[in-house]
Every structure is written in C-alpha cells, then in structure tokens.
C-alpha cells in the first residue's frame, strides 16, 4: 500500500539535506511561517545550537501550531530542561541531527500520533446527528485553547446560533426532514468558516461557533452576518424549500469571560433573547437586525 502523502512545513532555517531526507517518504517540505501551522500535518523546526534548542519554548505561535499540528522539533544538540519545555508546550518529538537517520519516519509518527489524538476525541465527543462535535467537545476545546491565549494573548471568539425552522420542516415533511435540514445547516455553517474555526451541536436548534484567533475585534460581528446571510439562502430538503432564521449571541475574550463556560453562558443568553421570525438576528454589545427581511421567508 503506497504511504499517505503529508504536508510538512518548515519554519525558519531548515538544512539543506533535510529536503532530500524525506524524498520518497510521502512528506513534501514547505517553507512557511509558523502561523500557518494549521494549513500542514506538521511543523519542522531546527535547533543548531543548545542556545536555539531553549529559544524555541519562547516562539510566538508555539502553542498553537502543536495544537493545530504535529510539531517535531530537530535538535543539533541536547539539553534535557528545554526539550521537557517543549513537549510540554505540546511538541510531538524532538529528533536528532538531520543528518541522523529516521527523521522520515520521526515525521510520520508525529503525524500518525496526532491524527490519533484527534479521532479518539471525536469518537467520544460527536453529536451522531450531525457528525459535529458535541457540547462537552467544544468545552473542552475552548479550556485548551484559553489556557494558550493566557501565554499568547490574542482575541477569540464564541457565536451560539439559536436555528428557527426545524420544527416547522418536521411538521410539514415528517420527522426525518427536520433531521435532515439540522445536517444541512450544519453543513452550510461549517462550510462558511476557516478550517481551523469549530462549529458544534450545542442543542436540538442550537450550533455554537468558536473563532479562536481573530485579526480584529469587531471580525466576530462580521462572521455572525456573513452566517446569518448563508442561512438566509433557502435550504431544499426532500425537494422542498425550507426556511430557517438564526439569532446569534456573541461573547468574546477576554473582555466578556475568561473561561469556557462563562462565554458560552453569555452567548446562550443573548442568542436567546432575539426574537426571530425567518431572518437573521445577531446579539452582541446591543442587539440588532442584520439586514432587513430574510430572502427564504417566502418559501415557507
């Protein structure tokens, strides 16, 4: 069976024959900062001397891109301190010189790791209906990544969209369309946000969004729009136009919570304090309407 093809990014200087090390392996090395960690299946980065080795725990971005990839660390030289800061900062390994052999195989088994890390949370974490993460997964995810915003301060933020609809579709095309129209919008979220944002079921009409980092404040708002305004757009299930509406409650860090339940607490409640009829609401600081009338209202 021909190896699965995996994209490494290389961060910084990375030696000339680490390129040809991984020629064969399935591993193609690309040159990238290491804010694109999550674009990749791994990270490479390069320590020449124990100075650069203890230099690494203080990386910018280090946390995320072990969160978001497997991070392998090549190390010329040794030091015990720094290598257990790194792994507890979440870096998978930390490997030899490159010109010793394995790293190929180092790589491959980072990679492999993580992939394992992350299906063992979804086989425990998954709303069945919807095959997103449930409630307890978006908790914990958010814990884990606001215990990296306290090292790597930067704004995030969490949506919760309460969906209008659902009912109305079970009841006018049975049961499994309302089942059916849940998935779709699900699917229309997740397709209207970056890779590495996360949509969750939180409820039966219920989906929360976490944008964990933002390059503005005020890139929470806009998000919440740019969804309501998908959503807007009628929704064929059964070969039948649906209607749904969301209100949206916004919470953000730091500034509205600095833990994982008070946000999705303060977000609850603004998503249920709108009131909505087919179109889109959004919650935040002040509530307001998004736009005027909904362009699905009249396909109900």
Same mark, same amino acid.
Request: net charge negative; with cysteine.
């Given at each position: ?11 910084? #200087? #990375?030696?000339?024959? #680490? ?167 699900? #699917? ?113």
């Amino acid at each position: 069976m021909a190896a699965s093809n995996f994209s490494v990014l290389g961060v910084g #200087v #990375v030696p000339a024959d #680490v390129a040809l090390a991984l020629v064969g392996s399935g591993l193609t090395l690309q040159a990238g900062p290491l804010a694109d960690a999550a674009d990749h299946d791994a990270v490479l980065l390069h320590a020449a001397t124990t100075a650069d080795l203890q230099q690494l725990a203080h990386l910018k971005d280090l946390s995320q891109a072990a969160f978001d990839s497997a991070v392998v660390v090549l190390a010329d030289s040794a030091d015990t301190d720094a290598e257990t800061a790194l792994l507890h900062l979440g870096v998978e390994a930390i490997h030899g010189p490159a010109n010793s052999p394995g790293l190929a195989r180092a790589l491959r088994h980072a990679i492999e790791r993580k992939q394992l890390e992350r299906a063992a949370r979804t086989a425990y974490a998954t709303d069945l209906a919807t095959g997103l993460p449930h409630q307890a997964q978006l908790v914990e995810h958010m814990t884990q990544l606001l215990a990296l915003r306290e090292r790597e301060p930067a704004p995030m933020v969490l949506m919760v969209l309460r969906i209008h609809g659902f009912d109305q579709a079970a009841a006018r095309l049975g049961v499994e369309a309302g089942n059916v129209l849940r998935r779709k919008v699900a #699917v229309r979220l997740r397709s209207g946000l970056r890779a590495s944002d996360v949509v969750a079921a939180i409820g039966p009409d219920a989906f929360g969004v976490l944008l964990g980092r933002l390059e503005a404040k005020t890139d929470g708002e806009r998000v919440a729009a740019k969804l309501v305004k998908s959503l807007q757009q009628p929704i064929l299930v059964a070969g039948q136009p649906c209607a749904v509406g969301a209100a949206v409650g916004l919470a953000q860090y730091p500034e509205h919570g600095k833990d994982a339940q008070s946000l999705l607490q303060r977000a609850s409640a603004q998503a249920g304090s709108v009131a909505t009829l087919g179109g889109g609401a959004l919650a935040s600081a002040s509530v307001h309407r998004i736009g005027g009338a909904a362009a699905n209202e009249d396909a109900s």
